[in-house]
């Protein structure tokens, strides 16, 4: 496997880990964006869908696939069959959560709990759904990081990079091992 392979992703829950988990995301950008500037190489590499948020680009459902594989097969049979009689979803999430043995429940739209997904209605649920796992849940830690980013480097003059781009000019090129047998 590829060091490439693994990309890191934002704790939904580091709320519970550490009560200034805020100002340590905003900490973190800084230091990115001063590790671009002086053209120094970060060793970890993010989600694709955080990249896409620092150049304000929506994430995909080739993003989701490359994060959640499971959710994504789970949504593209959604995408490409009937769902009524199969599937039994409202505009909802449940989600575990660290100390807590009661799941929480995530409306994606306003009383979504209360809207079942139909065949009329599935692709507005898929885009939310996308959202909400890529976005939605991770928006302050998300926002908090680009302020500090931004803080360092202005939003301007990474506005010109592709997603990839900004990858490459952040991380570098990591070499990948091949087995030769």
Known sequence: MCIRDRAYMVNPDSALIHPNHLTLFKLAGQVFGKMMLDGLYVSTHFI????????????????????????????????????????????SVESETPFSDKPEIHDLVKNGRNIDVTDE????????????????????QRVAFASGLFSVVPSELISVFSYRELELLACGVTACCHDSG
């Open 48 to 91: 694709v869908p955080m990249y896409k948020f620092l150049l304000r680009l929506q994430p995909t459902m080739s993003d989701l696939q490359s994060v959640d594989e499971e959710q994504w097969e789970s949504l593209k049979y959604m995408m490409d069959n009937p769902v009524e009689g199969i599937f039994f979803e409202t505009f």
């Open 121 to 140: 209605n599935k692709f507005e649920y898929i885009k939310q759904r996308l959202s909400y796992t890529l976005c939605t849940r991770v928006e302050h």
